[in-house]
């Protein structure tokens, strides 16, 4: 199945069969990667994680991920190195891969990495560029999905928030479009709605003044509701992010459906509120959690050891 497949730059490029594997995989990782757990899947390979833009949970995720399969890590900075001189990032990502097997990339141009992943010889790893695509923020948002339900089929799934400026929610709509009977609804303020280069036959949108979020959220009943902040560092400058402000909290908990789950690519802003952490409902730290595993099983699958995680 991964035969000729060396990056992971889209979810468009994954087939919903490529998907179930990695999640397959993920599943099997599960009870193999806890805190010091160490297998050999990747041993004697060396991840670099260049990230150009800040970096919490897909820079430690996938530099923990490498660790459990046994491989190594170098974390590159810019601050500190030669782009300080001058050096291009073109330059910095060419002698990088002199020294890695595996590259994960983060730039805030949108198509970057793969004009990166075009000039080496390594697999390279989309950790999110610019307004694009953020594919495996997506792929653990629908293990988490599956891990819930059972299925990634006949799922309603509201997602919330500006979405012309977020890269995850963009990878998710285009990987939940590949599963049946899903119906995905776009709720965000007028003005924020989805790049057309991101929809499908499974998204419709809803663009609404956001005091309506809660009213709207009763009537459509969802599975699960994914929010999204505002992405202050892409929108115009001298545009008020405040004018667009929602907020899902105990009310919003209280009218949805018992079986409904919240999800959250974080950090969260605003936009969320702290008081409906200990509500079951709400699953953004096991969707972190599950990030270590969906990873793990990216860098195992991209970098051709298909057959180690076979042998698990």
Known sequence: MWNGKKDLLSMDQLSREEIEAILHYAGRLESLSGKGSKLGICKGEILITAFFEPSTRTRISFETAMHTLGGDVQNFSES?????????????????????????IRDGEPGSVARYASMVNIPVINGGDG?????????????????????LTNLKIAIIGGLKYYRPSNSLVT????????????????????????????????????AKLNETLEK???????????KKEYMPSGEDPGKYFYKIDASTMRILPGHCIVLHPLPRTSEMSTEIDPDPRVVMFKQVRHSLQVRMAVLALFSGHEDGLKQI
């Not at 500190?80 to 994960?104: A, F, H, N, P, W």
């Not at 307004?131 to 299925?151: C, I």
């Not at 590949?178 to 499908?200: A, T």
Request: proline content about 4%.
């Open 131 to 151: 307004v694009n695509e953020h594919p495996t923020q997506a792929l653990y948002d629908m293990y988490t999905m599956w891990k819930s339900f059972g299925r």
């Open 175 to 210: 990987g939940l479009g590949k599963f049946e009977g899903n119906s995905i609804i776009g709720i965000c303020p007028k003005g924020l709605e989805l790049s057309d280069k991101f929809r499908n036959s499974s998204y419709s949108e809803m663009p609404i003044d956001m």
């Open 80 to 104: 500190g190195s030669s782009m300080e001189k001058g050096e291009t990032k073109e330059d910095t990502i060419r002698t990088l891969e002199q020294y890695c097997d595996t590259l994960v």
């Open 220 to 230: 459509i009943k969802p599975d699960v509701v994914y929010v999204t902040r505002l």
